[in-house]
C-alpha cells in the first residue's frame, strides 16, 4: 500500500525513520539511521531486532537516495562500514527540546518528595537495556568515597538483568531507586535536582540525555566512548565505560567538589544553547529539497 501510494501521488519526497528504508522506488527517499549498534552491538538488542535487521537492512539500503544521522561520529561509521559515498550521508544533531531548563528548588523538591526519592542523588536516564552499561555503574558505586544513591529514570529495557543482582549481592539496593519512565515535566525536575548525570554508554548514536541534563543546569559525567564526546564537548567529566575506578574518580569529584558542580553547571548551559530544532529542522529540509531536486 506504501508502494502504491507513493506510486500515484507524486511526492516530492518520502522521509522514513523506521529501522530501514522502506521498498519504494518511485518516490527519492531520504532514510534517517541513527546508530549502526544493530550491527556493532547486536548483543544488546533482542533477537527479533537482530533478526529483522538482518534480513531487511542491507537489502534495502539501495532505496535510501540519501541518508541522514545524528551524529558525525556515526556519519564515519555509516560511510566507511556501508561503503556510502560521504555526499549522500548528511550528520544533523538532535537537541534539548525547549521544555528542558532549570526548575525552581521548591517546585522541583516537592517533585522529588512525591516519588519517595532522596534529597541529593545521582541521576541516569535511559532505557535500562545492555548498551547502556549499567553494571560498571554498579560496580563503581561501592569504590566511590561518597555514599550517594542513584536514581534510574526510564522504561524497562530487555536483555539479562545481571546489573540489578549485581546490585543485591552487593546490598546495594537501597541505594538505587527507580522510577520508570517519567513525563517531560518530572524529568526536567530530577535534571534540575540531581547532583549530576551519569552516563557510563557503552555506544550512542548522539546521547540526548546529556544535552537534556545540561539545559537543566545538572553537571554531566558521561563515557568518552562514541559520539558522546562529540556531542558533550569540554562541558562534561568523560569516563573509560570499561574502567570502574574512572567512573568512581569522577562521581567523587563531581559531589566532593561544589565548584567543580558550578563550573560544570555554567558550560552546560553555554554547551546546550549551541543546539536547537529549528535549525535540526532547516538542515533537514536542506535536505528534502536537495533530494528531491526543489533547491
Not at 52 to 80: L, Q
Not at 180 to 187: A, K, P
Not at 233 to 250: H, K, T, Y
Request: glycine letters at 6%.
Amino acid at each position: 500500500r506504501l508502494r502504491q501510494c507513493a506510486k500515484s501521488n507524486g511526492f516530492h519526497v518520502y522521509h522514513e525513520t523506521d529501522h530501514t528504508p522502506a521498498a519504494i522506488k518511485d518516490v527519492p527517499q531520504v532514510f534517517t539511521l541513527y546508530d549502526l549498534s544493530l550491527m556493532k552491538y547486536r548483543e544488546t538488542h533482542p533477537r527479533a531486532r537482530v533478526w529483522f535487521s538482518d534480513v531487511f537492512f542491507k537489502r534495502r539500503m539501495k532505496y535510501a537516495a540519501h541518508v541522514i544521522t545524528i551524529s558525525d561520529f556515526v556519519r564515519s561509521e555509516i560511510c566507511d562500514d556501508l561503503h556510502l559515498d560521504r555526499e549522500k550521508v548528511t550528520a544533523i544533531p538532535l537537541a534539548p527540546a525547549p521544555f528542558f531548563f532549570p526548575r525552581d528548588r521548591v517546585k522541583a523538591r516537592g517533585v522529588i518528595k512525591e516519588l519517595g526519592l532522596p534529597k541529593e542523588f545521582l541521576l541516569f536516564v535511559g532505557t535500562l537495556e545492555p548498551r547502556k552499561n549499567l553494571s560498571l555503574l554498579v560496580k563503581a558505586l561501592p569504590v566511590c568515597e561518597h555514599d550517594v544513591p542513584i536514581v534510574l529514570a526510564g522504561w524497562d529495557g530487555w536483555g539479562d538483568d545481571a546489573w540489578l543482582k549485581a546490585a543485591e549481592t552487593q546490598g546495594l539496593r537501597n541505594r538505587i531507586f527507580t522510577t520508570g519512565y517519567v513525563d517531560e515535566e518530572t524529568l526536567a525536575c530530577l535534571y534540575s535536582s540531581a547532583l549530576a548525570l551519569v552516563f557510563p554508554s557503552l555506544y550512542e548514536g548522539f546521547g540526548l540525555p546529556v544535552l537534556e541534563a545540561m539545559a537543566c543546569g545538572c553537571p554531566v559525567i558521561c563515557s568518552n566512548a562514541a559520539s558522546l564526546p562529540e556531542v558533550a564537548g569540554d562541558a562534561a567529566l568523560l569516563i573509560d565505560p570499561f574502567q570502574v575506578e574512572d567512573l568512581a574518580a569522577a562521581v567523587d569529584k563531581v559531589v566532593g567538589d561544589p565548584a567543580l558542580r558550578e563550573e560544570l553547571i555554567r558550560k552546560g548551559l553555554l554547551r546546550s544553547a549551541q543546539f536547537s530544532w529549528e535549525r535540526t529542522a532547516k538542515q533537514t529540509l536542506a535536505v528534502f529539497r536537495a533530494v528531491s531536486g526543489q533547491d
